[in-house]
C-alpha cells in the first residue's frame, strides 16, 4: 500500500520522499507533509482511542485544535506522548506509534468501556466506589489510575537541551494568515520592527489550504511573494514554528519556536526555544477554528472538519477519502464539496441544515439535501454510510462537516477579557478589554471574507505603526474577490438517538451536558468541572461552544446569557522541558566557588552546597576512611595548634558616610554609636517583629567608615533590608552601602598558634601582637609586601583566631602561602564541618539557632537588645509573648551515657512524661561530635533552660526510633571564661 | 436524602438517568437566619455541613457571589498532608487529616481522599534536622511521619535527578498518609450535605455591605436585598480584607497570586506528591494522568486569578531539575488563585470586635486541606461562642500578643509564607 | 509585568523584589505614648486593596532602587512609578514644615 | 619583609575563545572603583570630575568617557557610580582619591566582578539568549549601560562599540556566568 489517497495537487514537494513509521508500518511520504496529511494520503483512518470509551478515533482537523489524532512521537528517552499528528511535520525516519489501548490500536481490550458507557455517565465516580472504604485506594483507584492517562513518559531523562530568549519589538504579529502577512508588511514597510511569527511550518495560513486568489494569483503564491518581501527587510523577523502561546501582563508574550522538532535529530543544539516578547504593540491575526455539529455517533474515524477536508486535498493532495459527504450549517461548509468535486473527488452529498436554496452551484452527481439532519452514522473502524432524519442512508467514507468558524480569542482572553456573543456569525469575538497593546484583526476579529481579512490586517498594521510615531506608506492592501460567508446556528441533531459527542477527547457527549444540568451544575465552571468537557489536550477548542449552546438550550437562555468559558494559557501545550530552558542538572542555579576553590579541589576536599556557594566541608587526608576521622582531625589540630577556614561567603557589606555610626545603630539592636576606630563589634539585628534577623560583626575602620559582616545565609537579604531602611526610613542620613563579599578573600586563622603564623605573612610595620591588637581590634595592613589586607581579631572557633581579608585576586595565593608558612606549626585547613563543630563547643548560635522563630532572649542574649535607642525590633520585642517566663533558651546537651549520640530534631520531654505534643518542652537544634570532651554535644531550645543547669530530661525520637537522657548544661563546652580568644 | 450507591448508579443507568435530581436546590434567600455564611467555598460550604450536621443548626444560608465553589476550593494543587511544625498549627491539621480519611462516607459523595504520600525532600543536614524536628513534632501530635534517606528516596521514586543534581537529594520526610482529594467534589460533596440538611446555598449572591447596628453586625447587604442573621460568618478566603472592609476592619492579611499548572494526561508515572524545597516545585499525578504541580505565589497582591510568565518557567525549572524526565511532557494548562496571605503564614478562625460577626480566612496557599477542619472548627465556634479545641491559637490579636505562628520563621512579609 | 522605574525606563519585574505596602514607610515613633500599638498596625495590618495600591519594590537587579509603584491589584495596570527615597524625603520635609507652623 | 609573596590572578586567567561570529574574552588591567556621592555633595564631585578627569557626572544608563587612565564612569545607583579605567595594581581607590580627594565615597571594586566582552556580528544574537534588555542600537547605542539579570547573575552590560558589548558579573560566580556566555554562542551557531 503507497499513498493511495494521493492526488498530484497541493505545496508538497513530491520529488522529495520521506519514510515513516506508524505502528511499525513503514509507510511513506512527501516532504511538506505533515504526520497527518501523510496517514490519509496512505489511506489510514483510525489512528487512535478515546480517552474514556476507548472509541476508535481519526484524523478529525488539520491544525493544532486536534482533539482526537494523538499519537506518540518517537521512541526511547525522545519519546513524546500525545503528540498532535496534524502539526507534526514528516521527516525522514520519523516513528510514531498509537496510544491509550491495550492490545492493538483495532483491537483495543479497553473498548469494553463503551460497552458500559451508560454506567460511565457524567460524574459517575462522585456517587460509587465508596464501600467498602478500603477499596477505594486498594482496587477502585489503582483500576481507574491505571486506565486513565493518555500516552506515556519515557521515564529516562530527555535527552534533549533547550533554550530561552529575549525578543523586543514595536509591533509583534501572531500568525501569519492573510491578516497577520498584511499587518506584517504595512508595519514592516513603514520601518516598525517587526516580529511575524506562526505555528505552521509555512507562512500563509488558511490561504495554504484555500483555493482563493489574492491580487490575481493564487493565495498561497501571494503568501509566498509577501514572505519573500517581508524577509528581505531587516526590521522584520520571520519566524516559522513558533507558537504565541500566551499573553501577560503589560504586552508580553511567551511563544515557543519548535527548532528541531522536524528534524530527525536535534544534534544537541535546544530542540525548541521559549521566546518571551516584549513588544509595544500585538496584533492577533490567529484566524478561527471550525466547530463541529453534534449527531448521533458523529465522532467515527473519516468524519472531520469540512475546512481540513478540503485543506488535505488543497494544500497536501491527501484524500480524507474517495466519495465524502458534507454536513454544513454555513456557506463556507460548501466550499469543501466545490474544491474536492474540482479535484474529481465524488461528493455523495452535500446536508445543509439550512432551509431554502444551496447557496453555490451544487457539484455533479451531489444529492443535495437543504434542511436535513445526520442522526447516525455507521462503520465501525471508519465511517460507511450516515443516517439522515428522513431515514436516508448514504454510503459514504469520509463526512466534512461544518458548524462554522469560532474566531482564536484565546490569547484576548488570558488577562480578563471576556469575549462578546456575534449572533450574525454566531460566535464569540474578543471583547472590549484587551491584554495591553493587542489589536485583534482577521478572522481571530470575526471578519471571515477573505477580502475584509487583507484590508483589516492591512489597515491595523498601519494603525499600530502611526500609534507609535512611524510614517505609513501609501500601499493598499492586498484584494479578493468577494465569498459568501452565511450561516445559520445549528448545534446539534435534535432527532439523534444515538449518543453524540462534543468533546471528542474527552468523550463528552450531548447526553452529559443535559446531565450536568439536570444535576444542578449549570454554570459554565460547573459543567466543564462535572463532565471534564474542555479539559483534555486541545482544550476544547472545538468543543466548548457547541457545548455552551447545548447547555443553553437546556436553560432556555441564549449563549451569551449562559456564559462563556475563560481562556487560559498556554493555547496549545509546551513542553516543560522548554519552559526549564537550560536550568536543570548542575545549571539549575549558578554556583559561586570560594576563592580557596581551585587549592580545595586540589586537597581533594569534599564540597558542600550552602545557598549558591560551594564550600569545603572537609579535607581528607589519605588513610582517613569516614568523615568523622577528617573532621575530628581538624578540629583537633585547630585547637591544639592552628588551622585556616575559607570564610569569604559571609556577606561583606562596605558603609560609608557622616551617618554610618549613627545607622549601625539604628540596624543593630546592641549599641553600635560609639564603637572606636580600630575595633570589631559582635551585633545582633532584629526584623521589625522582635525575632532575631542575623548576627555578625562590624569593624570600624575610621570614623565615617565600617565594614558588617552578615551570616552566609542572610547576606542578601541583609542587604536589601539596609537599603529599605536607608532610601526609605531614614533617607535625611548620610550612609553609603556597597557589598565587598566578591572583592575579598576572607580566612580564619584559629589555634594558639594563629598569630605566629600571621606574624610570618604580616608586613613587619604591622604590629599584631596581642597588645598592639587585641581581642576585637581590626586594621588596614599589608602582607608579603605591600599587599593590602584586613585583619579582624574575632573568633568563632573560642580560640586564638583572626581573619584575614585580601583582595580577591589573591586569595588563591594566600590560602597556598599560609598553609606553606604553617607547616612549621602543623596547620590544618578545615571545613564547615569542623567549624561546625567548633561553634557547638563554643555555643555560638548559627542558621539552625536563627531559623526566623527565635528571639535574643531565646539565644541568650536579651540583655543586648537596647531599650535606650530606636532600632529596629525594638518594639515589638517587647511583646508579651515573646518575654514569657517559660519560654525557651538555648542551652547546651550532653547525653548522661557519653556512649550515646545525640541527634539534632530531637525533642525534649521530661523524665516520666507521655510523648506528647503538651508535654513537649524544645528541641535540639544543632549536635557535633566533641573530639575535645569524646562525647556528643548539641544546642537545643527548652523551656526555661538557662535555669535547668545540671537536670536531665530525654531527648526523644520518635521519628527515627529510640530516645536518650541528655543533661541540660552550659552552652560554652570549650573555654567559658574566654581566655583563649584573649590570648 | 438522594443517596448515591453504586447500585443506584447501575439502576439509573438501565432507566436513562432520568432519577438524578439537582445535587442542591436552588432556594430563594429568606429573610433572616441563625447563621449567614458569606463565602460557597470549601470552608463555608464545610462550616455549614457541619453547622447542621454535628450542631444541629439548620436555618442557615451560605451565600456564594459566582457558582458554589470558585473560589480557591477549585483551584488548588488538591493536596492534604498534616507535616507542620508548630503546636499551633500541627494538632489542627492532623484533626482535619482524620476528617478527610473518613469523609466520603460521612457525606455520601466520592470525593477521591487518596492517601498516596507526601514526600518533603531534604539537600542538606541543616534540611534533615529541620525537618527531623518536625516529623518528630507531627508524630507527638498524633501524625504519622517517616524520615528517608537518600536510597528510601529513590525506592519510592527511581525518576528523580539524583546523580546530576545542583542540590543533590539527600532524603526527605513522608508522610503516608498525605495525597490528594478531587477538590471540586468536596464543594459538591459539602454543599448536596449541607442542602440536604436544609441549609440554603445562594448562588449568585453578593454580599455588598454589613449591616452593623450599636456594634452588633445583624445581617449583609446583598445584590439580592438585605438578609439578616444572628451570627455573620465571613469565610472567603482570598477576598478577606475586600469583605471585612465593609464592617471596618483592616487584617493582618495581603491577597495574593498563587499559579498552579497541569500536563496533559499521562500513563502513571508519580505515586503520590512530592515536593522539591531547594527549587519551589511540588507534583503529584492526578486520577485522570495529568501532572499537577506548582511552586510559589507570584509575590506581590493581586486579585486577579492569573499571574506572570517568570513564576511559570521558576516553577517548571525546579520541576525539570527534580525529574528530568518531564521535559517532553506539556504543560496543558495554568490557573491562579488569590490567597489570602496572612503575616506569619498561618490562619484564623475568630470572633471579631463586632457582636454577631466571625471571620474565617487568611489560609494562605493551604486552605484546600485544612477545609474539614476548618468548617467544623468554625462552625463550632459560630454554635458555641468559643474557640474549637484545636484552633485555639488562630485569633486574630496574636500579633498584638506576639504569638505568631510562624512555620517557616520569615516574619511579617506574607509574600514569603 | 513591567515597571517603568523613573531612571532606567521599563524593565522585567523580574529584576525587582517586592515588599508590600507603601505603608511600611511609615515607620512610628518609637517613644509614641501607644508605640506598641502603632507599631502593630505598621507591621501587621493591611489596607490590601481590590483596585489601586501603591507599593514598595526594590530594583535589586538593577540600581538597588527602592521603589512606590502604584498598581491596580485587580488589573495589574500601573499608572505610576516613584523613587521611594523622594517620597521618604518629601514626607520628611513635610512634617518638619508643619512642625515649624 | 615576610619571606612569601602574593601572586594575583584573574578571575578567568584570561580566557578567550572564538565561534562562528562571536569572540568571547576576557578584559583585565582595568580597575573599578565605587565612588558614592555624600549627601549634597553632588555639586562638589561634579567639579571634581571636571577638573581632573574632565568629564561630567552621567545620567543613568550612559557612559561618561575620559581620556585620563581611559576612564569610564557610569550610574550603578541613585547616588553611586562605577569607575572604570586602565590600572593593574592594588590601591585602585588612592589612585581615584588622588584626583577626587574628598569629593566621593570610594570603595574598591576591581576584584568583585568577572569583566567579559563579546564582540562580533552575532553578539547580539547571542545575548538575546540571556540578556532581557533591548540592546538594538536603535534603543541602547553605543555608550548605554545598564544592570540587569542574566541567566540568575547580576550583570551590568556595556555598549562599547559596533556589535561589541561588555558584561560584568559576580566574580565569585564566573565559571556559571561564562557557560551562560558559550552555550548561547554554541546554540545560536
Not at chain 1, 67 to 77: D, E, F
Not at chain 1, 806 to 828: I, K, N, Q
Not at chain 2, 209 to 223: D, L, S, Y
Request: hydrophobic share 40%; net charge negative.
Amino acid at each position: 500500500m503507497s499513498q493511495i489517497n494521493r492526488i498530484d495537487s497541493g505545496l508538497i514537494d513530491c520529488a522529495q520522499k520521506l519514510n515513516f513509521t506508524f505502528n511499525g508500518q513503514t509507510l511513506e511520504g512527501f516532504a511538506g507533509d505533515t504526520l497527518a496529511s501523510a496517514l490519509l494520503a496512505n489511506g489510514y483512518k483510525m489512528v487512535g482511542r478515546s480517552f474514556k470509551y476507548h472509541r476508535p478515533r481519526g484524523i478529525f482537523s488539520a491544525g493544532s485544535e486536534e482533539p482526537n489524532a494523538l499519537i506518540q512521537l518517537r521512541s526511547g528517552a525522545y519519546q513524546e506522548p500525545n503528540t498532535r499528528a496534524t502539526v507534526t511535520e514528516l521527516f525522514q525516519g520519523l516513528e510514531a506509534t498509537s496510544q491509550n489501548h491495550r492490545g492493538s490500536l483495532k483491537y483495543d481490550f479497553m473498548a469494553v468501556n463503551d460497552l458500559f458507557s451508560s454506567f460511565l455517565s457524567a460524574g459517575f465516580y462522585y456517587k460509587t466506589f465508596m464501600w467498602p472504604k478500603a477499596f477505594w485506594e486498594k482496587i477502585y483507584e489503582p483500576v481507574i489510575r491505571a486506565a486513565a492517562g493518555l500516552g506515556r513518559l519515557s521515564g529516562e531523562d530527555d535527552p534533549d537541551v533547550y533554550d530561552k530568549g529575549f525578543l523586543h519589538c514595536d509591533v509583534l504579529v501572531v500568525g501569519a494568515g492573510p491578516s497577520g502577512l498584511s499587518a506584517a508588511l504595512s508595519a514592516g514597510r513603514a520601518g516598525a520592527r517587526v516580529i511575524l511569527m506562526d505555528e505552521d511550518f509555512r507562512m500563509g495560513g488558511r490561504l495554504n489550504a484555500e483555493t482563493l486568489s489574492v491580487n490575481d494569483q493564487s493565495g498561497h503564491e501571494w503568501a509566498t511573494q509577501a514572505t519573500v518581501e517581508l524577509s528581505a527587510m531587516d526590521n522584520v523577523r520571520l519566524m516559522t514554528r513558533t507558537t504565541a502561546y500566551g499573553a501577560y501582563d503589560h504586552g508580553v508574550i511567551g511563544a515557543l519556536e519548535r527548532v528541531t522538532d522536524h528534524l530527525v535529530s536535534s544534534h544537541n543544539k535546544p530542540r525548541q526555544i521559549l521566546w518571551r516578547v516584549y513588544t509595544k504593540r500585538t496584533i492577533l491575526c490567529a484566524g478561527s477554528t471550525e466547530r463541529p455539529i453534534a449527531f448521533g455517533n458523529n465522532d467515527r474515524p473519516g468524519i472531520m472538519l469540512a475546512g481540513a477536508v478540503r485543506a488535505y486535498v488543497n494544500r497536501w493532495g491527501a484524500l480524507p477519502g474517495k466519495r465524502v459527504a458534507v454536513f454544513t450549517n454555513n456557506d463556507d461548509g460548501w466550499r469543501t464539496a466545490i474544491d474536492l468535486a474540482e479535484k474529481g473527488v465524488e461528493i455523495s452529498a452535500v446536508i445543509d441544515s439550512r432551509d431554502g436554496q444551496p447557496p453555490v452551484d451544487v457539484p455533479s452527481g451531489a444529492t443535495v439535501i437543504m434542511g436535513g439532519r445526520i442522526v447516525d452514522t455507521h462503520g465501525r473502524h471508519g465511517i460507511r454510510s450516515i443516517t439522515l432524519s428522513n431515514g436516508q442512508n448514504i454510503p459514504t467514507d469520509c463526512l466534512a462537516v461544518s458548524g462554522g468558524w469560532s474566531p482564536n480569542v484565546q490569547l484576548t482572553c488570558h488577562q480578563r477579557g471576556r469575549p462578546t456573543w456575534r449572533e450574525d456569525i454566531a460566535a464569540f469575538v474578543p471583547g472590549g478589554e484587551l491584554p495591553q497593546g493587542m489589536m485583534v484583526a482577521g478572522a481571530a476579529a470575526g471578519n471571515f471574507s477573505l477580502s475584509s481579512v487583507l484590508q483589516d490586517g492591512h489597515d491595523l498594521g498601519n494603525m499600530a505603526v502611526s500609534d507609535l510615531g512611524f510614517k505609513l506608506t501609501k500601499e493598499n492592501a492586498a484584494i479578493s474577490e468577494e465569498e459568501t460567508i452565511g450561516i445559520s446556528a445549528f448545534w446539534h441533531v435534535k432527532e439523534s438517538k444515538a449518543r453524540a459527542w462534543l468533546d471528542l477527547q474527552n468523550d463528552v457527549t450531548v447526553k452529559d451536558v443535559k446531565l450536568s444540568h439536570q444535576e444542578g451544575f449549570r454554570s459554565v465552571e460547573h459543567l466543564k468541572r462535572y463532565t471534564t468537557l474542555g479539559m483534555a489536550t486541545d482544550q476544547g477548542k472545538t468543543a466548548n461552544i457547541p457545548a455552551l449552546a447545548v447547555m443553553a438550550e437546556c436553560t432556555g437562555k441564549s449563549i451569551p446569557e449562559t456564559g462563556t468559558t475563560i481562556f487560559r494559557p498556554p493555547y496549545t501545550p509546551v513542553a516543560i522541558g522548554a519552559l526549564a530552558g537550560r536550568a536543570r542538572g548542575k545549571d539549575f542555579r549558578p554556583s559561586r566557588l570560594t576563592p580557596s576553590h581551585a587549592w580545595a579541589e586540589e586537597q581533594g576536599a569534599v564540597f558542600v552546597e550552602t545557598g549558591m556557594w560551594y564550600r569545603a566541608q572537609w579535607f581528607p587526608k589519605s588513610g582517613e576512611t569516614h568523615w568523622r576521622q577528617s573532621v575530628d582531625r581538624e578540629v583537633t589540630q585547630t585547637r591544639a595548634s592552628v588551622g585556616i577556614c575559607d570564610v569569604t561567603t559571609l556577606g561583606k557589606i562596605d558603609i560609608q558616610g557622616k551617618d554610618a555610626a549613627a545607622f549601625l545603630n539604628k540596624i543593630y539592636a546592641n549599641a553600635f554609636a560609639k564603637l572606636p576606630v580600630g575595633k570589631v563589634r559582635y551585633g545582633i539585628m532584629l526584623r521589625e517583629d522582635g525575632i532575631m534577623m542575623d548576627d555578625g560583626t562590624s569593624a570600624r575602620f575610621s570614623d565615617n567608615h565600617f565594614v558588617m559582616t552578615t551570616t552566609t545565609a542572610n547576606a542578601v537579604g541583609v542587604f536589601r533590608h539596609m537599603e529599605f531602611c536607608r532610601q526609605c526610613l531614614w533617607p535625611e542620613m548620610d550612609v553609603h552601602l556597597i557589598s565587598s563579599t566578591e572583592q575579598y578573600a576572607q580566612f580564619a586563622v584559629a589555634g594558639p598558634n594563629a598569630r605566629k603564623l600571621l606574624q610570618k605573612v604580616v608586613d613587619n610595620d604591622h604590629d599584631i601582637s596581642n597588645e598592639a591588637f587585641p581581642f576585637m581590634a581590626c586594621g588596614e595592613i599589608t602582607v608579603c609586601g605591600d599587599i593590602p589586607a584586613r585583619l579582624f581579631r574575632i573568633s568563632f572557633s573560642g580560640e586564638l583566631a583572626y581573619e584575614i581579608a585580601v583582595p580577591t585576586r589573591y586569595g588563591d595565593s594566600l590560602v597556598r602561602t599560609l598553609m606553606a608558612a604553617g607547616e612549621e606549626f602543623d596547620v590544618t585547613s578545615y571545613g564547615t564541618e569542623a567549624l561546625g563543630v567548633m561553634r557547638i563547643e563554643k555555643g555560638h548560635a548559627a542558621g539552625n539557632e536563627l531559623n526566623g522563630q527565635t528571639t535574643a532572649q531565646d539565644l541568650g542574649m536579651g540583655r543586648m537588645v537596647s531599650k535606650k535607642k530606636d532600632c529596629i525590633g525594638n518594639t515589638l520585642s517587647e511583646r508579651e509573648s515573646l518575654n514569657k517566663n517559660d519560654g525557651l533558651s538555648l542551652v547546651g546537651f550532653r547525653p548522661v551515657n557519653p556512649s550515646d549520640e545525640l541527634k539534632a530534631g530531637t525533642h525534649f520531654l521530661a523524665k516520666g512524661k507521655t510523648a506528647n505534643m503538651a508535654n513537649d518542652e524544645g528541641w535540639m537544634s544543632s549536635v557535633a561530635y566533641s573530639p575535645n570532651l569524646g562525647h556528643s554535644i548539641g544546642l537545643g531550645f527548652i523551656k526555661q533552660g538557662s535555669e535547668r543547669m545540671g537536670e536531665v530530661v530525654r531527648a526523644a525520637d520518635p521519628l527515627r526510633g529510640g530516645e536518650i537522657e541528655v543533661e541540660i548544661v552550659s552552652a560554652h563546652f570549650i573555654d567559658p571564661e574566654g581566655e583563649r580568644l584573649r590570648a | 436524602m438522594l443517596k448515591y450507591s453504586g447500585f443506584k448508579v447501575i439502576k439509573e443507568a438501565l432507566t436513562g438517568h432520568k432519577g438524578w435530581k439537582p445535587v442542591w436546590r436552588t432556594p430563594k434567600p429568606k429573610e433572616e437566619y441563625d447563621v449567614v455564611i458569606v463565602g460557597g467555598g470549601g470552608h463555608g460550604l464545610a462550616t455549614a455541613y457541619y453547622l447542621a450536621k454535628e450542631f444541629g443548626i439548620t436555618n442557615v444560608a451560605v451565600l456564594e457571589k459566582g457558582w458554589i465553589g470558585s473560589g480557591n476550593v477549585g483551584r488548588n494543587t488538591t493536596i492534604v498532608r498534616s507535616n507542620y511544625l508548630l503546636p499551633g498549627n500541627e494538632p489542627f491539621y492532623e484533626f482535619s487529616m482524620k476528617l478527610w480519611e473518613n469523609l466520603e462516607q460521612d457525606f455520601n459523595y466520592n470525593a477521591m481522599v487518596s492517601q498516596r504520600g507526601i514526600l518533603n525532600l531534604f539537600h542538606n543536614d541543616a534540611g534533615r534536622d529541620a525537618y527531623a524536628r518536625r516529623g518528630n513534632s507531627m508524630i507527638l501530635a498524633g501524625a504519622d511521619a517517616v524520615l528517608l534517606d537518600q536510597d528510601g528516596v529513590r525506592e519510592m521514586y527511581p525518576c528523580l535527578d539524583f546523580d546530576n543534581a545542583r542540590f543533590p537529594i539527600k532524603g526527605g520526610l513522608l508522610q503516608p498518609r498525605g495525597g490528594t482529594v478531587r477538590h471540586d467534589a468536596v464543594a459538591w460533596g459539602y454543599a448536596r450535605g449541607a442542602d440536604n440538611r436544609g441549609v440554603d446555598i445562594i448562588q449568585n449572591c453578593e454580599v455588598t455591605g454589613m449591616v452593623i447596628e450599636n456594634g452588633i453586625c445583624r445581617g449583609v447587604e446583598t445584590n439580592q436585598g438585605i438578609i439578616k442573621a444572628k451570627k455573620i460568618a465571613v469565610c472567603v478566603a482570598g477576598s478577606s480584607s475586600r469583605v471585612m472592609s465593609m464592617a471596618g476592619m483592616r487584617l493582618p492579611i495581603e491577597s495574593h497570586v498563587l499559579q498552579a499548572f497541569v500536563s496533559e494526561g499521562l500513563k502513571p508515572i508519580l505515586p503520590g506528591v512530592v515536593t522539591f524545597g531547594a527549587g519551589h516545585f511540588y507534583v503529584s499525578q492526578s486520577d485522570k494522568g495529568g501532572l499537577v504541580f506548582g511552586g510559589d505565589i507570584d509575590g506581590y497582591n493581586s486579585y486577579a486569578q492569573r499571574g506572570n510568565l517568570p513564576v511559570v518557567e521558576d516553577v517548571c525549572e525546579g520541576g525539570m531539575a527534580l525529574m528530568p524526565m518531564i521535559g517532553r511532557a506539556r504543560l496543558l494548562r495554568m490557573w491562579g488563585g488569590v490567597m489570602d496571605m496572612s503575616m506569619d503564614g498561618s490562619p484564623f478562625i475568630d470572633k471579631t470586635h463586632i457582636d454577631g460577626l466571625y471571620f474565617n480566612g487568611g489560609w494562605c496557599y493551604g486552605g484546600f486541606k485544612a477545609t474539614p477542619a476548618s468548617g467544623w472548627c468554625y462552625a463550632h465556634l459560630l454554635a458555641k461562642d468559643e474557640p474549637h479545641p484545636m484552633a485555639t491559637e488562630y485569633r486574630l490579636d496574636r500579633f498584638k500578643r506576639g504569638a505568631m505562628i510562624d512555620e517557616k520563621g520569615m516574619g511579617a512579609q506574607p509574600n514569603l509564607h | 509585568m513591567i515597571i517603568n522605574h523613573p531612571l532606567l525606563g521599563p524593565r522585567d519585574a523580574s529584576e525587582f523584589v517586592y515588599k508590600g505596602d507603601v505603608s511600611l514607610i511609615d515607620r512610628p515613633d518609637w517613644q509614641a505614648d501607644n508605640a506598641a500599638e502603632l507599631f502593630h498596625d505598621y507591621l501587621y495590618l493591611r489596607d490590601n486593596p481590590a483596585g489601586e495600591h501603591r507599593e514598595l519594590w526594590y530594583h535589586e537587579q538593577g540600581d538597588r532602587s527602592w521603589l512606590i509603584v502604584t498598581r491596580n491589584t485587580l488589573t495589574h495596570d500601573i499608572t505610576n512609578v516613584e523613587l521611594a527615597r523622594d517620597v521618604a524625603l518629601a514626607k520628611q520635609a513635610n512634617q518638619s514644615g508643619r512642625g515649624e507652623k | 619583609m615576610p619571606d612569601y609573596t602574593l601572586t594575583a590572578n584573574t578571575p578567568l586567567d584570561g580566557f578567550s575563545r572564538d565561534f562562528v561570529g562571536v569572540s568571547i574574552c576576557e578584559v583585565n588591567e582595568r580597575a573599578i572603583v565605587s565612588v558614592a556621592v555624600p549627601k549634597d555633595g553632588e555639586e562638589k564631585l561634579a567639579n571634581a570630575l571636571a577638573s581632573s578627569y574632565e568629564i561630567e557626572l552621567p545620567k543613568a544608563g550612559i557612559l561618561s568617557a575620559a581620556s585620563l587612565d581611559n576612564a569610564v564612569l557610569f550610574s550603578m545607583a541613585q547616588d553611586q557610580y562605577f569607575l572604570v579605567f586602565d590600572y593593574a595594581g592594588n590601591t585602585a581607590t588612592s589612585v581615584v582619591r588622588s584626583h577626587l580627594n574628598d569629593a566621593a565615597y570610594l570603595t574598591d571594586q576591581s576584584d568583585s566582578f568577572v569583566m567579559i566582552r563579546v564582540s562580533g556580528t552575532n553578539s547580539r544574537s547571542l545575548l538575546e539568549r540571556i540578556c532581557p534588555l533591548d540592546i538594538h542600537p536603535s534603543v541602547f547605542p553605543i555608550g548605554s549601560v545598564a544592570r540587569t539579570v542574566m541567566e540568575h547573575l547580576g550583570t551590568t552590560i556595556i555598549h562599547e562599540a559596533e556589535d561589541s558589548f561588555l558584561l560584568l558579573s559576580a566574580r565569585s560566580s564566573t565559571y556559571s556566568f561564562l557557560d551562560a556566555i558559550e552555550t548561547s554562542a554554541v546554540n545560536i551557531s
